[in-house]
T-cell receptor, first 111, second 114 residues
């Protein structure tokens, strides 16, 4: 079992719709959770961080965390073509020295 | 501007020729880390450093060395590069481990070993 798992996609969503990205993790002691966006050939860019159960909203983005289910998700509302990218889920586990990344979900927003 | 700076951006070399990829951050971050990114495998940690003179292996350390003599710099050294080290490399830093601090990434170094 991978430590952080994501569906690789591609996930195709029409412009203006809600894109839903999911991530599961194996370390129950995980402390911090991050979503990064990465355009092809570019460096990962932090979109959201979440540390406690529930929802956290920032503009068109909402991160959701459920520690009991070891599940974290990212919702993108009113999807735009510029949202087309690979989205990386990252988890800082019980060993705070490491942040483990999922292999990413490729999102494509179709006009 | 707060940033992590890697050099060079692109590097083509031959098997066995020692090389160094530099990484520097100007945010006074304690934690620094190197990742490699390969298609289908995501970002894998090579080495990390919790503070000056403190380094430790990540998940894929074989064939790499690092040093942390100063807080701002964390070079990645390939003593004898091989073709399987062809990859996209990222340096990253964060305020301190254990805190709720995300990683800030450099722009990446695309390395090709022939």
């Amino acid at each position: 079992q991978k430590e952080v798992e994501q569906n690789s996609g591609p996930l195709s969503v029409p412009e203006g719709a809600i894109a839903s990205l999911n991530c599961t993790y194996s370390d129950r002691g995980s402390q911090s959770f991050f979503w990064y966006r990465q355009y092809s050939g570019k460096s990962p860019e932090l979109i959201m961080s979440i540390y406690s159960n529930g929802d956290k909203e920032d503009g068109r983005f909402t991160a959701q965390l459920n520690k009991a289910s070891q599940y974290v998700s990212l919702l993108i509302r009113d999807s735009q073509p510029s949202d087309s990218a690979t989205y990386l889920c990252a988890v800082r586990g019980s060993s705070a020295s490491k942040i483990i990344f999922g292999s990413g979900t490729r999102l494509s927003i179709r006009p | 501007e707060a940033q992590v700076t890697q050099n060079p951006r692109y590097l083509i070399t031959v098997t066995g020729k020692k090389l160094t990829v530099t990484c520097s951050q100007n945010m006074n971050h304690e934690y620094m880390s190197w990742y490699r990114q390969d298609p289908g495998l995501g970002l894998r940690q090579i080495y990390y450093s919790m503070n000056v003179e403190v380094t430790d292996k990540g998940d894929v350390p074989e064939g790499y060395k690092v040093s942390r003599k100063e807080k701002r710099n964390f070079p990645l050294i390939l003593e004898s590069p091989s073709p399987n080290q062809t990859s996209l490399y990222f340096c990253a830093s964060s305020q301190e481990p254990g805190a709720n601090s995300p990683l800030h990434f450099g722009n990446g170094t695309r390395l090709t070993v022939t």
